[in-house]
């Protein structure tokens, strides 16, 4: 289980879930002070629901103030706190007559509850957390995440352009490599180690896919144009190089050709990205690491959520289905 008082990445991925926070919410049955727009809570407050002392609570607020800042901590001062006085003056106690005061969103409250290694209650708190995020994920996928990709609007465009790129690149092995018929399988694995390190046995093993399984049906959008891009760009350099020699080109001549293809400068924001998107997906919703792009994890962000398992996010079949008219005037053309 996933130590949530030791990595940041771990506690803003559940925070980012706006979904599963408001679950929390209403499983802790918690609700502060209503004030524009969200519930607030006081440091009494704070120390009062995790059973620790008000200075317990400010060396955490110390060490970690960039991180409860950035999920909702605010000092209100002026005019904000005089509103919040005006408002709830009566539950501020200490705090009633103070220039300042430090208050925390649901968010930062939760933050703090995620830090606190010396609370029993925050202890019990961040099991009930994580198995609501499981829960959450569980509902809405039926208990697998293996194809939470295809959930993405994005998806079903690159995935129906897919065949078509593919094509144009084992057309190109075919009349421009010299090599049996295994070179389709090695240079598909050549174009995935440059863009994401593993070859197809590494990643599905990874993914702990079936054989039957095509990797790329379980791949980001993001990664399925990286993919196509390399795969035409790398046809249109097959046929330069062997019209320019008259002869097709050996493993080797493709091995360098691929090599210098994928170093190319333009490439390295896209390469970034893609790798980025993979493993930090991967890691908050799958629970997968690529041991080779752990350096590329970082947070989910609101809009993963939102994309994956917001409103707008469907199951394949359901955007197939929607579509189903435009498939198929796009056949008849």
Request: charged share 30%; aromatic share 12%; with cysteine.
């Amino acid at each position: 289980m996933k130590d949530l008082t030791v990595s940041a990445i771990d506690r803003q991925n559940i925070l980012n879930n706006l979904s599963a926070v408001a679950d929390i919410q209403e499983y802790l049955g918690i609700r502060g002070m209503f004030f524009q727009g969200e519930f607030r809570f006081t440091k009494n407050q704070v120390v009062e629901f995790y059973e620790v002392d008000s200075s317990t609570i400010e060396r955490y607020l110390s060490n970690n103030e960039d991180e409860l800042k950035h999920n909702g901590y605010e000092i209100f001062k002026g005019k904000k706190l005089r509103e919040l006085k005006a408002e709830f003056g009566w539950l501020l106690e200490d705090g009633a007559k103070a220039p300042q005061l430090g208050i925390f969103n649901f968010r930062a409250f939760l933050n703090l509850g995620m830090l606190l290694a010396e609370s029993e209650k925050a202890k019990a708190l961040r099991s009930a957390i994580l198995n609501i995020v499981i829960d959450g994920l569980n509902k809405k996928l039926g208990g697998s995440t293996k194809f939470i990709n295809q959930r993405d609007e994005e998806f079903l465009v690159s995935i129906a352009r897919e065949p078509v790129y593919r094509k144009e690149f084992t057309s190109a092995l075919n009349l421009y490599l010299d090599m049996g018929a295994y070179k389709y399988a090695v240079y598909t694995d050549a174009i995935y180690k440059s863009i994401f390190h593993e070859n197809a046995s590494e990643y599905k093993k990874i993914l702990q896919l079936e054989e039957k399984v095509n990797p790329r049906d379980t791949m980001y959008a993001e990664v399925l144009k990286l993919i196509a891009s390399f795969e035409i760009g790398i046809a249109d350099a097959m046929k330069e190089k062997s019209e320019e020699m008259g002869r097709k080109l050996t493993p080797g001549e493709l091995n360098i050709l691929i090599q210098k293809f994928s170093e190319r400068r333009f490439w390295i924001p896209q390469l970034e990205d893609a790798r980025s998107k993979m493993a930090s997906r991967d890691y908050g919703f799958r629970n997968i690491i690529h041991d080779r792009l752990k350096p590329y994890i970082k947070c989910l962000t609101p809009d993963d959520y939102q994309r994956f398992l917001g409103d707008k996010s469907k199951s394949l079949q359901d955007r197939i289905d929607e579509n189903i008219e435009v498939f198929k005037r796009l056949k008849d053309r």
